[in-house]
């Protein structure tokens, strides 16, 4: 008997369905970070912790990398577990990083689109701006939904040729241009109502055109013939009058030059004036093309070369020798880093732009090499040729990744200006979408980061002054001040090495150990033991003197040195030393003399009481002192040890001993830290 409370089996099964179908729709990979306008720095970030969310934690995902927006580079195929952690150690600095996480597959069968219902060879192509519809020349112009294929075109624009060769379509998605063969001239259609809004018939041969991209200004060339044009008038701007037959011409990116290749090449200013002539080429020029930069041009002879050449001057750069017999075509790469050639003996090879070396040779291609193109991303080339393939290379990986078959020779072949599907036309009268790039799923992409060097870090460092009298104390601050960034730097610690003058100063403490000492005349020099680096301005230390030298003198506790501690790149570091000014003079018998740190300075003084000679010691140490006499001839006639406690007066007598008879002789009296001498005569 059924569970009147549980649902049908159909029923459960369409919910369980439904909530699935529910689920698929509703999950959105999103990445949570980066997000954008972080700051990663050289010296600290090692890795970058990569989080999404949106999706299961199995479901795996592929991370890529930026740092122009356009070329990316894989971090992790398959990454799973909604985080990975990217180690970036070693990445170029860069201020324009983006990450993007994506759910993508491999292109299908069913992602190409076939163009048939032609009525006769399919000449030419052209992609939309958007890259969601392509136009197609054959009988007539025909507009296509660029993933959907079939017989019937969206749209087929009225035209009174019965053939066309050339096609473009305006990268502002205005107007499309229509060029038929030998004589039948040059239609302009608006895009925005489909209709014919300029027409030129001219009764010379026309074989080419070149247009900018918004389609305000275009170039029609003919055997002996070039006509420049600005839309809409139907006038040329100018006319360039070849006595060669015209074999191709080109545009630079700027708008401002035409390249014109006959028997020699020529690079003639638009406004006009004379051109700049090319005569390296010893058998014709056969094609050419500006750099993006608009400042050089690469040239293809009959003399089997390639040259380039600066497009202002003519003076050659380099030239590269091709044995093999016909080259076709020629292209920049979109950076302008390589030059792609293709040839009739069925190569296409890949040249370095900087200094003409070979780069690449792809080679096991059946035909003549009729067109070359870039991706815009730069690492792919497609080619159009007799072989009845278009043939898709990598740069990098240096093989053919792609082989896109028609029935018949291939007219032509262009990437989508997004760089993910190629449109070839064929003399089969098909054309033909093919998608190369994986089908992106759902991805999501974050604003740009920062991978930079550490700002620079600043620090001053400074021992304080101030005013003291002869024999009081004065504290000198050691301080850190006006830091900044020091919580990016890698120095650890500083070790200061101080200067100051001895005779002036004598140091009692130093809160920083002192490591050693050394001197050098009157002055004295301490190396300090090794602070750790603070991140913010203090206090690193003091030290504490006693002034020993006055007359209104003026020294400074002074930096001999301040050494980091640490990795490259270190602080920016200055160092101050404020003035110290002593007061007061310390005198003996009227003469300046030094002060004693340790109190009143040593002195002996000779008495003669009742006809006995005495000796007076002033002395506040504690300890022994000891006095000895000297004869003029340096031996020592006397010598006596004396001790003082620190309950002892100041004050001490003792007689001179009688056993010294000479006449003159010299007394030392010595402690510690200090000794004086006396010079008696006349000894009892």
Known sequence: MRD?????????????????????????????????????????????????????????????????????????????GL?????????????????????????????????????????????????????????????????????????????KRQMLSEVRWTSDSSKVFLLGPLAAGLSIYTMADNAQAWQYDCACEQFDMEV????????????????????????????????TDVLDVAMDSSETHILVCADQASVYPVVGGLPVVFRKHSSGVLRGAFHPNG??????????????????????QWVA????????????????????????????????TADGTLRDRFANIAGAVTSVEWAVQGDRIVTSGEDNVAHVL??????????LSHQNDVTSAHWSPDGSTVLTTSMDGTARTWRISEIVIQADTSGTFSYTPPPPSFARFRTSGGTVAIGDELTVALTMEASNGLQLSDIDSVQ???????????????????????????????????????????????????????????????FSAAKQIGREPGIRAETVADQITVTGICRANNTPRLYNPLGLPLSIIKKDEGGF?????????????????????????????????ASDPTTLTLPLEHGCAEQVLLLVASTASQSCTLVVEDVR
């Open 4 to 80: 009147s409370g549980s649902l049908p089996l159909w029923v459960a099964l369409l919910f369980l369905v439904g909530a699935t179908m529910i689920q698929a729709q509703t999950d959105s990979l999103v990445l949570l970070s980066p997000t954008g306008g972080e700051k990663l720095y050289t010296n600290r970030d090692s890795t970058v912790t990569i989080r999404w969310s949106g999706v299961p934690d199995t479901l795996q995902v592929r991370i890529e990398w930026s740092d122009d927006g356009r070329n990316w580079h894989v971090i992790a195929d398959s990454a799973q």
């Open 83 to 159: 985080r990975y952690t990217w180690t970036i150690a070693g990445m170029p600095i860069s201020s324009t990083y983006r990450i993007r996480v994506l759910q993508a597959r491999a292109p299908q069968g069913s992602d190409n689109a076939v163009y048939t219902g032609h009525q006769a060879v399919v000449a030419e192509g052209a992609w939309s701006p958007s890259s969601d519809r392509v136009i197609t020349v054959s009988a007539t112009p025909d507009i296509w939904e660029a993933r959907i294929g079939g017989s019937t075109p969206l749209l087929s624009l009225t035209s």
């Open 295 to 316: 400042k050089l041009v690469v040239t293809i002879g009959g003399d089997a070369t390639i040259r380039l050449w600066d497009a202002t001057t003519g003076v050659e």
């Open 496 to 558: 200061f090495i101080l200067g100051y003058d001895a005779t002036m100063l004598y140091n009692l403490q130093s809160t920083i150990p002192i490591v050693s000492t050394t001197d050098s005349a009157r002055y004295r020099i301490m190396t300090l033991a090794p602070v750790v680096l603070p991140r913010a301005d203090t206090t690193l230390g003091t030290l504490r003197f006693k002034a020993t030298l006055g007359v209104d003198s003026i020294t400074s506790l002074r």
């Open 212 to 243: 900018n991209k918004t389609g305000s200004r275009f170039v029609l060339a003919g055997l002996r013939k070039i006509l420049l044009f600005d839309y809409p008038n139907t006038t040329p701007t100018r006319e360039i009058v070849s006595t």
């Open 321 to 352: 020798q091709d044995p093999k017999e016909g080259v076709r075509s020629v292209a920049f790469s979109p950076d302008g880093s390589m030059i792609a050639v293709g040839m009739s003996d069925s190569t296409v090879t890949v040249w370095n």
């Open 394 to 403: 990598s740069v990098v990986d240096h093989k053919r990744i792609n082989t």
């Open 613 to 645: 000679g005495l000796l007076e010691l002033h002395v506040e140490e504690v300890g022994s002192i000891q006095v000895k006499a000297y004869t003029v001839q340096g031996e020592c006639c006397w010598s006596t040890m004396l001790h003082r406690n």
